[in-house]
């Protein structure tokens, strides 16, 4: 047991916890040696793999930490001196600050299906340093409580832990796929609670109440269909972009992998809690967050809709009412990327993603400052 120790023995000197996080990142990245100040993400580290680093932390510290921890502390020196301060345990919350600086306003965007934010690492890189960046993860990835299990629930906690940012609007507000679908209800809420929304920005996101039930037939198509939409997006690129795209692919079939076998294990029964597994932990969640948006049925939005969508879409996506034509009163903005499904927060096509949202976000600190000042003018 020399090689553990709980909160109530005290934590490891930082100099200690540097050591030991060493060989962790050096035996998991396959990089030697690793100096105190590299950067996690720098050196090839990925979300998987961040899963298995924070399990060994775990088991070596005793100590949970929240797998969005690497982007306040992405290097050894940093994430060894969060290990050893008090009271860790206080410091999960949903609400992520991936890019903290600058003078736009801020950019809330909500976790996909899997729960975690580290998809917009690329994205909030590319919108730049004075773009603030702020992820919302889902309640349960610490492994301690659970996850919420309805879009309104989550949307009313995510509204809680943005207004501790920002308290007053107008406020900026996105995500990709099933993170579209949470920023809506929280505009919903917002608005309800007499808050301006700026923007509300939907990356690749239908009406999924509408979705129709998938069978054999409709999933091996889909099947078919993503390979081929790889495939074109892979032709796309040059000889570097191929290289960079097959290398963000290898990563994400990755981090699906221990996913798949949490699902599975919490399929086969058991109790879940009691088997440690940060796998069951992940499954239990992408499963929850799915039948959340499949039970989530919108209402009608006061404001505009702006539809960030894919060159093409699956066949099985292109019925009409899947799309927010009718429930957008104020109007939908449609920008359509240069990419196929799948593609859109994958380098390099993210980059053109970025550029897109920052023009809208822009559009709508102008609109909003316009409408202001038309107020605040002298009627004669």
Known sequence: MSGTMSLAAGLPASEDAAQQLTRIWENLLGVRPIEPDQNYFDLGGDS????????????????????????????????????????????????????????????????????????????????????????????????????????????????????????????????????GTIAYEVAQQLRAQGEAVALLAMFDTLNWCKLPPLNIWTKTRVGFERIWFHALNFLRLDREGMRIFVQEKFRALRNRIPVWRGMLLAKLGGNWESTGSRSVVLGRIWAGNDRASMDYVPKAYPGVVTDFRPLKQYSIYRRPDLKWEKLALGGQEIVELTVYPAGMLVEPFVKSLAEKLKKSIEAAFLARGAQMEGRDRPRG
């Open 48 to 179: 998987i793999l961040a899963v298995q680093m924070f399990a060994q932390i775990e088991q070596m510290f005793q100590v949970k930490l929240p797998v969005a921890m690497l982007f306040e502390a992405p290097t050894l020196a940093e994430l060894s001196q969060i290990l050893s301060r008090e009271a860790l345990k206080s410091r999960w919350s949903s609400l992520v600050t991936i890019q903290p600086k600058g003078s736009r306003p801020p950019f809330f965007c909500m976790h996909g299906a899997g729960g975690n934010v580290l998809i917009y690492r690329e994205l909030s890189n590319h919108l730049g340093e004075d773009q603030p960046f702020y992820g919302l993860q889902s309640q349960g990835l610490d492994g301690n409580s659970e996850p919420l299990t309805r879009i309104e629930d989550m949307a009313t906690a995510y509204v809680r832990e943005m207004r501790r940012v920002q308290p007053k609007g107008p406020y900026y507000l996105g995500g990709y796929c099933l993170g």
